[in-house]
């Protein structure tokens, strides 16, 4: 009897088709897309910072438009989606033992939306929003 | 007890007959309360002693039993025919080549199980009076990392270890981890070689399906980030603070 194994083959490209939870991942994946346009944009109003006070008022004029609004939107809803499912896995990458027991998930998962709302009130302070 | 008309529909593999796999439909009279393994018992012995599959304990503790029911790698003796109203798909565990029927070829994960020596390398030598002492907060620091069977569920979910054979994979790496985190083990160093490595935990891209389908609830996706965390630690103390102890 000689052994004659067979070898399914996966698809490379659309491998994340064949179960709900590989969509689920590969759409969080997707999100960075926005995050990383929205990057962009900041690049590129740095560059229109640095073209002089002309060009940074056509860059502000740009950012009212209603696609801009609607971008900015879905890119903030990408962003938030994507930093809140982040912060709920922390504390399987960071597990905290005190004594015998673990330190509740909630509490690492906790200090890091603390963190994130303390750079944020930061940034915004320095941005002068107060 | 009530009885129900269940129709399995099993992949089934000859490599001494077949080119390729192919479904074969079966339908048998089982009790409500039985799991998938029963009912593939009752085909084996009253409508086709040809088929084969691996099983031994039939209460989730040897992890023989693994493979694709729905397409969601499970044990066969805790998939309970009631959570399967229609015609049941039987596959042998995915991303493992197939032997033949529902019996699957564990060469590449028995190997990768040896490379990450899952056993105690003691940091000291014996305690010359008695055993190695550790207290109960050392021991819960990996008993969760204790309770993985060796099913392989965790490798038929991961897409990474579908699209990369090389992976170590989930359930290596976490008993990997289980050691290391162990007070009486000394052989991090040695198994950061495998472990640690492109092949190792940077292949995980924290996808949780491991965790997901996990029967033993061991949590592996936890323990590779927890590896990458300190295998990352490792890398900025060894170039940033060379004069500190590696």
Same mark, same amino acid.
């Given at each position: 009897?000689?052994?004659?194994?067979?070898?399914?083959?996966?698809?490379?490209?659309r491998?994340?088709l064949?179960?709900?939870?590989y969509?689920?991942?590969?759409?969080?994946?997707a999100?960075?897309?926005f995050?990383?346009a929205?990057t962009?944009?900041?690049?590129?109003?740095?560059?229109?910072?640095?073209?002089?006070?002309?060009?940074?008022?056509?860059?502000?004029?740009?950012?009212r438009?209603?696609?801009s609004i609607?971008?900015? *939107?879905?890119?903030?809803?990408?962003?938030s989606y %994507?930093?809140?499912? @982040?912060?709920n =896995?922390?504390?399987k990458a #960071?597990?905290?033992?005190?004594g015998?027991s673990? *330190?509740?998930?909630?509490?690492?998962?906790g200090? %890091?939306?603390?963190? @994130?709302?303390? =750079?944020?009130?930061?940034? #915004?302070?320095l941005?002068?929003?107060? | 007890?009530?009885?129900?008309?269940?129709?399995?529909?099993?992949?089934?593999?000859n490599p001494e007959?077949?080119?390729?796999?192919?479904?074969?439909?079966y339908?048998?009279a089982?009790?409500?309360?039985?799991?998938?393994?029963?009912?593939?018992?009752?085909?084996?012995?009253?409508?086709?002693?040809?088929?084969?599959?691996?099983?031994s304990?039939?209460?989730?503790?040897?992890?023989?039993?693994?493979?694709?029911?729905?397409?969601?790698?499970?044990?066969a003796c805790?998939a309970f025919?009631?959570?399967?109203?229609?015609?049941?798909r039987?596959?042998?565990?995915?991303?493992?080549?197939?032997?033949?029927?529902?019996v699957?070829?564990i060469?590449?994960f028995m190997a990768?199980l040896?490379?990450?020596?899952?056993?105690?390398?003691?940091?000291?030598?014996a305690?010359?009076?008695?055993?190695?002492?550790?207290?109960?907060?050392?021991?819960?620091?990996?008993k969760?990392f204790t309770?993985?069977?060796?099913?392989?569920?965790?490798?038929?979910?991961?897409?990474?270890?579908?699209l990369?054979?090389?992976?170590?994979?989930?359930a290596?790496i976490?008993?990997?981890?289980?050691y290391?985190?162990d007070s009486?083990?000394g052989?991090?160093?040695?198994r950061q070689?495998e472990i640690?490595?492109?092949?190792g935990?940077?292949?995980?891209?924290?996808?949780g399906?491991?965790?997901?389908?996990?029967?033993?609830?061991?949590d592996p996706?936890a323990a590779?980030?927890?590896v990458?965390?300190k295998?990352t630690?490792d890398?900025?103390?060894?170039h940033?603070?060379?004069?500190?102890?590696?």
């Open positions: 009897m000689s052994r004659v194994p067979y070898v399914r083959t996966i698809p490379k490209v491998w994340f064949r179960h709900p939870r969509i689920r991942y590969m759409t969080r994946e999100t960075c897309l995050i990383g929205y962009l944009l900041m690049v590129w109003g740095l560059r229109e910072l640095a073209n002089g006070p002309a060009a940074w008022q056509a860059f502000l004029e740009c950012l438009s209603p696609a609607v971008f900015h *939107v879905l890119a903030l809803a990408f962003a %994507h930093s809140i499912t @982040w912060f =896995l922390t504390p #960071l597990p905290l033992q005190a015998e673990f *330190v509740p998930d909630g509490v690492i998962s200090a %890091h939306y603390a963190g @994130w709302a303390l =750079l944020s009130l930061a940034i #915004l302070f941005a002068g929003a107060f | 007890m009530s009885e129900r008309q269940v129709e399995l529909e099993v992949l089934r593999y007959t077949d080119k390729e796999p192919h479904f074969q439909r339908s048998i089982c009790r409500e309360e039985w799991v998938v393994l029963d009912a593939l018992n009752l085909v084996k012995e009253t409508v086709d002693p040809t088929l084969s599959y691996r099983w304990c039939h209460m989730a503790v040897c992890g023989s039993c693994g493979m694709m029911i729905d397409g969601e790698p499970k044990l805790k025919l009631r959570d399967y109203p229609g015609v049941i039987v596959e042998p565990l995915a991303h493992f080549p197939i032997e033949r029927d529902l699957t070829v060469d590449d990768k040896a490379r990450v020596k899952p056993y105690l390398i003691p940091k000291e030598p305690p010359a009076n008695g055993e190695y002492r550790q207290t109960p907060a050392e021991l819960k620091k990996f969760q309770m993985c069977i060796n099913c392989m569920l965790c490798y038929a979910a991961c897409p990474e270890y579908g990369i054979p090389q992976f170590i994979g989930p290596a976490s008993l990997a981890h289980r290391n985190q009486r083990d052989g991090r160093a040695a070689e640690a490595a492109a092949e935990v940077w292949e995980c891209s924290f996808t399906a491991c965790s997901e389908v996990c029967p033993e609830h061991v996706a590779l980030q927890q990458k965390i295998s630690v890398w900025y103390q060894k940033l603070m060379p004069w500190t102890k590696q």
